[in-house]
């Protein structure tokens, strides 16, 4: 595996509570990213980080924030979690601008109920 | 803006049958081609990319040829296996601006004995 572990692995939470997920990696790469994955929208960007404290908004970016004080940890929080919300979240890393693709974690499965 | 159409699923074979999955795309300039697999319960990993038109990629016997008269990269295999069966994702980077994935929206793959 490329060392990028997310957790945690499944969680149940309620709407309206706060929850943060994890991206850790032990390959140095300056880009990380978290993405969702929805039947019949594939995978969706929602956040990146370009390097530590530099990050941007991917296309569903409404209700969630990240933060990255390391390199090697890039955070995804739910400021206040809706059945919406409900998905599947990876995470991944490149060394480059992604020219050879990204490695991905295993994911996140988030339930809101 | 840059997107990726894949054939919808389920696609249901019998093993050692032969298999495509169609998949086009739209990009401005020639972005980076890729397919990735995503086996139950588990992240996506990279299976195959092409660079520039005409490449052809290929690992674990699948294949796909970057054609650009065509904005294609169709994915095939001659004989597929029942340990084949999974989701499978095209997805392209396209080489202007800042270099995040496009994924299209998955293609499941149930092959049987």
Redesign the interface.
């Known amino acids: 595996d490329a060392g990028i572990t997310q957790s945690p692995r499944h969680k149940v939470t309620e709407t309206g509570t706060p929850v943060t997920l994890r991206c850790h990696q032990t390959e140095n790469h300056r880009y990380m990213?978290w993405y969702r994955q929805d039947p019949?929208?594939?995978?969706?960007?929602i956040h990146?980080s370009?390097g530590v404290k530099d990050t941007?908004k991917?296309e569903v970016s409404d209700g969630y924030s990240v933060s990255r004080s390391k390199t090697e940890d890039f955070l995804l929080t739910l400021e206040s979690a809706t059945s919406s919300q409900t998905s599947v979240y990876?995470c991944?890393i490149s060394e480059s601008?992604?020219?050879?693709?990204?490695?991905?974690?295993?994911?996140t499965r988030l339930t809101v109920v | 803006g840059n997107s990726v159409t894949q054939m919808e699923g389920p696609v249901t074979l019998s093993e050692e049958a032969f298999l495509t999955i169609n998949c086009t795309y739209t990009a401005t300039g020639y972005p980076?081609l890729?397919w990735?697999v995503q086996y139950p319960g588990?992240?996506?990993?990279?299976l195959l990319?092409a660079?520039k038109a005409d490449d052809k990629g290929s690992n674990k016997g699948f294949e796909a040829t970057y054609r650009k008269e065509t904005t294609s990269f169709h994915l095939e295999k001659g004989s597929v296996q029942v340990s084949d069966s999974a989701v499978y994702?095209c997805?392209l980077?396209p080489?202007t601006g800042?270099?995040?994935?496009v994924?299209?929206?998955?293609t499941r793959l149930l092959v049987s004995p």
């Open positions: 990213y019949g929208h594939g995978l969706r960007l990146y370009y941007d991917g990876f991944a601008t992604g020219g050879n693709g990204y490695t991905f974690g295993s994911g | 980076s890729f990735y588990e992240g996506l990993q990279l990319k660079t994702f997805a980077i080489l800042f270099q995040k994935l994924f299209g929206t998955g």
